[in-house]
């Protein structure tokens, strides 16, 4: 059975930051394109970050450019996600997901997803 777990998630101050990690259980990371998404309340979801299989080039959405960071360590079978100079406009539901475009940053149908993990930035 093929998992994917969100975690680190919290409440952050703006400026802060935080580490997401996504794990997964059954399958390899490391082959696959990740791509991790956000959705805040009444907004469609957005494509954050995503990182490519074999040569880890990585990429961002503009809204977060030069204030995350994505990687993956294959040996712990597991995707990061930090997340500098946090923003309140950040607040989401934050989601990693298999399968994905990259670049763009968007979802191929029939991917694993995780449970998200949610991000809150207010002072």
């Known amino acids: 059975q093929v998992q994917l777990v969100e975690s680190g998630g919290g409440l952050v101050q703006p400026g802060g930051s935080l580490r997401l990690s996504c794990a997964a259980s059954g399958i390899a990371l490391g082959y696959f394109r990740i791509g991790w998404f956000r959705q805040a309340p009444g907004k469609e979801r957005e494509g954050v970050s995503c990182?490519?299989?074999?040569?880890?080039?990585?990429y961002y959405g503009d809204s977060v450019k030069g204030r995350f960071s994505i990687s993956r360590d294959n040996a712990k079978n597991t995707v990061y996600l930090q997340m500098n100079s946090l923003k309140p406009e950040d607040t989401a539901v934050y989601y990693c997901?298999?399968?994905?475009?990259?670049?763009?940053?968007?979802?191929?149908?029939?991917?694993?997803w995780g449970q998200g993990t949610q991000v809150t930035v207010s002072s």
């Open positions: 997901a298999t399968d994905v475009v990259c670049p763009p940053i968007s979802p191929i149908g029939g991917g694993y």
């Open positions: 990182i490519s299989a074999y040569d880890g080039r990585t």
